[in-house]
């Protein structure tokens, strides 16, 4: 990522490989929050435990979290997970965009339009 806080699609996709660990663990241990969760609001038992567990996985998530961001990504979305990547293509402010489930970073949109901007990145890029 440059001084600017832009990456190059290149920078980018270095980044998300390396994340992809914690985005995984992200993936897995929001599924076990949101069972605790229930199972601590009146819903039905589990046995990944109770409120202390509960209290541990949402400091891990945080954790996380935080360890995406100081990459310099923004977590545009917790489920799915969407995270964007600052740069600039041909002048144009944009965001590079990933979707849990995307097999690779591959979209983008302008920032002043959003996700139903949403573009495919060229082959070459």
């Keep these: 990522m440059s001084d600017d806080g832009l990456f ?11 994340l992809r660990p914690v985005l ?9 929050a949101a069972e605790l969760s229930a199972a601590t609001q009146s ?6 435990g109770g409120l202390p567990e509960l209290k541990a996985a949402e400091a891990r998530l945080d954790e996380l979290l935080t360890a995406i961001q100081q990459r ?9 997970l969407l995270l964007d ?8 402010d944009v965001l590079l965009c990933w979707l ?12 002043d339009l959003g996700f139903l901007g949403r573009r ?5 890029a």
């Design 72 to 80: 310099g990504v923004v977590l545009k979305g917790w489920a799915p």
């Design 8 to 18: 190059t699609i290149a920078e980018a996709r270095v980044v998300l490989a390396e």
């Design 43 to 48: 819903g039905p038992p589990t046995t990944l």
């Design 100 to 111: 849990e489930g995307d097999p690779e970073l591959g979209w983008y949109h302008r920032v």
């Design 85 to 92: 990547f600052p740069a600039r293509l041909d002048g144009v």
């Design 120 to 124: 495919r990145l060229l082959a070459q």
């Design 24 to 32: 995984d663990e992200l993936v897995a241990l929001r599924a076990d």
